[in-house]
């Protein structure tokens, strides 16, 4: 009789009889898992819901909008075209500053003239300081053609101080200087032979009569002096009453005694020659160097009749020791 083995020997034995087959063996199939069990659902009460902000949505939406365009690579731009090259800009050049205009300034009273030289008419009298435009020159240079209150009119160089002169020209109308005046021919009669007479006792004859004395208010016509002097033929003086300097005398001159009056000058200062001394006057024969000439010079009234003795000088054409081409005449009562 087989005695029974215990449920426990029983097992173990067979523990060890697996053991010893799985490693002696193919390895056996694992096991199929036991499904594991579903989860319990714990039902989550309900939350009461967040009030929405529509601000606050549109503004998310946005963010997230802008952030969606930022992730998207940038589109091709077509390449933009080189702009032209612009051409330097052209310096507009300044213009051109005005050349400062001729001028004269009047350096000592002297006469205007209607054209270049002192046997032209006066045109009217200039005084120190003042200022005239030029608007030309004659072909010697020597005498400026100016703008005399309007008028055309001219004045010697040597007295004056001409300014930006370099662009004056030569007038193109420049008159045409009057004829001189010739001085008058006195015919003398040919001496005729006396026709032969009968002797006659001659009878007793008287003493003669004195010769009648002309008397003139300025007696005295003194010729005090001539010098040379290359530049300009002149003759000045002073008139004066019982020695004293006069002013207000009109002294003039001709080619001949008592001739044609060519010009006169108040003596004295007056309108346009404040400058002068008591009783200065002066005549300018040539104003461009020496002059030959035979001068006579007197006083004449307000109607031009002479009221003084005569005076003469005689000029030389050529400047140089000896010559004279300035000359003083006083006169006097």
Not at 25 to 43: I, Q
Request: aromatic fraction near 6%; include cysteine; proline fraction near 15%.
């Amino acid at each position: 009789m087989h005695s029974k083995l215990p449920l426990g020997a029983l097992r173990s034995a067979a523990l060890v009889l697996a053991l010893t087959l799985a490693a002696c063996g193919p390895s056996a199939e694992p096991p199929v898992p036991t499904r594991a069990p579903a989860p319990t659902f714990t039902p989550t009460p309900d939350a009461p819901a967040a009030p929405v902000d529509p601000g606050a949505a549109a503004t998310a939406q946005a963010a997230a909008d802008a952030a969606a365009q930022a992730a998207q690579p940038p589109a091709e731009q077509p390449a933009a075209e080189a702009p032209a090259a612009e051409a330097p800009p052209t310096e507009t050049p300044a213009p051109p500053t005005p050349a400062p205009a001729a001028e004269v300034t009047i350096g000592s009273p002297m006469n205007v003239r209607g054209g270049p030289g002192t046997n032209y008419n006066i045109v009217g009298a200039a005084a120190v300081g003042e200022r005239y435009p030029i608007t030309g020159k004659n072909d010697a240079g020597d005498w400026w053609q100016i703008d005399f209150q309007g008028q055309t009119g001219w004045v010697y160089g040597e007295l004056v101080t001409a300014q930006n002169t370099e662009s004056v020209a030569v007038a193109g109308n420049i008159p045409a200087p009057p004829p001189p005046t010739a001085a008058p021919v006195v015919q003398q009669p040919a001496p005729q032979e006396p026709a032969p007479q009968p002797a006659q006792p001659e009878p007793e004859q008287p003493a003669p009569a004195p010769a009648p004395s002309t008397s003139y208010q300025f007696n005295k016509a003194i010729l005090q002096r001539c010098d040379p002097n290359a530049g300009v033929t002149y003759v000045k003086g002073t008139t004066y009453r019982n020695g004293s300097p006069t002013n207000g005398l009109l002294v003039a001159f001709s080619y001949a005694p008592d001739g044609p009056v060519v010009a006169s000058v108040q003596s004295g200062p007056h309108q346009g020659y404040e400058g002068w001394d008591a009783g200065y006057y002066s005549h300018i024969l040539q104003s461009d160097g020496p002059r030959e000439g035979n001068w006579f010079f007197w006083i004449v009234d307000a109607n031009g009749q002479r009221i003084s003795a005569v005076a003469n000088v005689q000029t030389d054409g050529t400047a140089g020791d000896g010559k004279c081409q300035q000359a003083i005449i006083d006169f006097d009562s």
